[in-house]
């Protein structure tokens, strides 16, 4: 497991929308942008499924994904494994966050499920003499 620094989590917040990268199980990859996303804690990260097609395919299969983001040069790639949660407590708050953001857009959402990421490596993204460096 890894941990997030309090800056890798304030920058998780802060931007709008990360890029979630999973692949199917014979390695053709995917990468499609979230921005209904969440920290738990330093090493959980939470997505919240909407419209996830293909995507939830492959975590179904390969539960092995990346997730990346940034702002200017400044960014890190999270990697890890995830869990899909349709039922229980976590789930239940998710939908309830989900319905709350679509009626404050004036268009209904409705969450199929809480993607739950535990980070296990994090590597920097920004260019440079230090890029792809593993930080924790
Ligand atoms: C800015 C932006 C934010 C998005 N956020 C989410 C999200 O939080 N959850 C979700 O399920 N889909 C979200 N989507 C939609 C998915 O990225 C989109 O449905 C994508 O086509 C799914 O592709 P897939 O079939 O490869 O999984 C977002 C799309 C955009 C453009």
Do not use: C
């Not at 014979?26 to 909407?50: F, M, Y």
């Not at 959402?109 to 490596?121: D, F, H, M, Q």
């Amino acid at each position: 497991m890894a941990k997030m620094t309090d800056r890798m989590k304030e920058l998780f917040e802060k931007v709008s929308t990360v890029a979630l990268g999973t692949s199917t199980s014979d390695g053709i990859s995917n990468v499609v942008p979230v921005g209904a996303k969440k920290i738990i804690d330093d090493e959980t990260v939470l997505i919240s499924d909407q419209f996830l097609n293909k995507t939830l395919a492959n975590m179904k299969s390969n539960p092995r994904v990346s997730v990346t983001y940034w702002e200017g040069h400044e960014g890190y790639q999270l990697k890890g494994t995830v869990t899909i949660e349709t039922s229980g407590k976590r789930f239940e708050e998710t939908a309830e966050w989900i319905k709350v953001l679509g009626e404050k857009k004036g268009s209904p959402l409705k969450s199929k499920g809480a993607v739950i990421l535990t980070i296990e490596e994090i590597f920097g993204v920004a260019p440079g003499p230090g890029a792809g460096k593993q930080l924790a």
